[in-house]
């Protein structure tokens, strides 16, 4: 039943599966400062230190856990667009327990340079794993700590891991007043076992594994409570909504992802209340909504030409964007969410793939501007300022890019890239620095970053 979908024109399941194509990535390019500013990258990034945990104890398990934990908490600060860290060969080589344990001035002096220092003693005993973890002003010895706080949890280099990834996420939220990245998921698909099913990892990729069986399985979406997942499913009905409790571990019922047509690329609201969705029940695929319960189904568009790939402003819950065939080559519109005041945002090309930023300012998707007959084309990730329509590429010369989808941060994109008949899971900072590819089976599309 997937084959004539495949075969369809490139316009329909290009945005309406936007997923079938197999499309994907893209290069670096500094985005313009205005991106920075806007999603909350600091052009000032703070000078961030992060010191080697003191051990504590001669426990077996200690080395390997002290290990996992200093290079977790090192990797979510530097991925964090939010410090310029001072490299492991610039800092001392000492590991201060504690605030009354460390020498500032070691720190905050070349080549260190550190403004900031995150310290702390990791103790194991009795098969629990312990974590005082601090933060502090290097430059302005006798200040008060600005973070205190301890962690524990039984001793397994998963706990490891997630401690490190709660100690990264309170000091980011800190300093910042948002919470970072480092305890989120990303939720995606892959065909690496035959069947395209939807699998889950963490936001810098370890511990993938699958969620879903049965597919083919398509355009995950998780709530924003991170109970449930919302994807399109190909069953006896044809194309559905299917709903999965991710707490339950089983599907629940979800009615009006099901009635006649083809259904596909779910989105929540960011109460988590409403669900709009692409349908072709009532002839051409057009935008629906309907409760998060399954009923009061209610159709927005009603335009000949596809209509898929709505998203939601997670700021305010009243505007919609989504893909339109309605003009032609599909193109990205914005409405309210009772479908009025439909305005179109981009100009040409083929624009496909939108996801609204969660700060409400933004929307990042996918755009081939030379598309034409005989045009050299490049599939790339852009982000636009809705009020000015201002865009700028993220994504140049890599592949071919496409389902961006925003970190809960504002700061972050995963997005899909696809090389020579491979496809992958990659993320960059929302201005297109610092691109990352976190699955490496080539069979990985789709992805969808968790609220929270």
């Known amino acids: 039943m997937i084959a004539p979908l495949i075969k369809l024109p490139r316009i329909l399941p290009g945005f309406l599966l936007a997923s079938l194509l197999f499309l994907i990535p893209s290069s670096e390019l500094r985005a313009q400062d205005w991106v920075r500013t806007g999603s909350g990258l600091n052009n000032n990034p703070i000078r961030l230190a992060a010191a080697d945990m003191k051990p504590v104890g001669n426990d077996p398990q200690m080395p390997e856990l002290k290990n996992v934990f200093d290079a977790t908490l090192y990797g979510d600060l530097s991925a964090s667009g939010v410090f310029d860290m001072v490299s492991k060969s610039m800092a001392p080589t000492v590991t201060p327990g504690s605030p009354q344990e460390i020498n500032l001035t070691q720190w905050s002096a070349a080549p260190a340079n550190a403004s900031m220092v995150a310290l702390g003693s990791i103790n194991v005993t009795g098969g629990r794993i312990t974590l005082s973890g601090w933060l502090v002003d290097a430059k302005t010895p006798g200040n008060p700590p600005i973070l205190g706080k301890q962690y524990g949890d039984s001793a397994s280099t998963d706990n490891a891991r997630a401690i490190a990834h709660r100690f990264a996420d309170d000091i980011i939220a800190q300093l910042t007043g948002t919470r970072g990245i480092a305890e989120t998921k990303i939720f995606f698909v892959s065909a690496r076992s035959g069947t395209k099913e939807v699998w889950v990892m963490d936001y810098d990729g370890q511990n993938q594994h699958v969620v879903t069986h049965g597919g083919p399985s398509l355009s995950p979406r998780v709530s924003p409570d991170n ?3 919302a994807y399109s499913s190909l069953g006896r009905e044809g194309w559905s909504i299917r709903m999965y409790s991710l707490e339950l571990g089983r599907f629940v019922s979800f009615p009006c992802g099901v009635p006649g047509g083809s259904n596909f690329s779910p989105a929540w ?9 692409s349908s072709s029940r009532s002839g051409d695929p057009e935008i629906w909504t309907c409760d998060a319960s399954g009923g009061n189904a209610r159709k927005l568009t009603s335009f000949r030409g596809p ?14 964007a989504w893909v339109s065939g309605r003009t032609g080559l599909p193109q990205i519109y914005i409405m309210d969410a009772d479908g009025g005041n439909v305005t179109r945002m981009t100009d040409g090309g083929y624009a496909i793939s939108p996801s609204w930023s969660p700060n409400g300012q933004f929307l990042t998707f ?8 005989g045009a050299p084309g ?5 982000v636009m300022d809705i009020a000015s329509l201002r865009w700028s590429q993220l994504t140049h010369d890599s592949g071919s890019n496409d389902f961006p989808t925003w970190s809960p941060d504002n700061r972050h994109i995963v997005f899909e890239r696809a090389i020579g008949g491979h496809t992958s899971i990659w993320t960059m900072l929302a201005d297109g620095t610092d691109q990352h590819q976190l699955t490496r089976s080539g069979k990985d599309f789709m992805p969808n970053w968790s609220w929270k």
Do not use: E, H
């Open 227 to 229: 109970t449930r997942l």
């Open 269 to 277: 609201s960011a109460d988590g209340g409403k669900i709009a969705f």
């Open 307 to 320: 209509d898929v790939s709505p998203t939601w402003n997670p700021k305010t819950g009243g505007q919609i």
């Open 366 to 373: 996918s755009w081939n501007r030379k598309y034409g007959p």
């Open 378 to 382: 490049g599939q790339d990730i852009y």
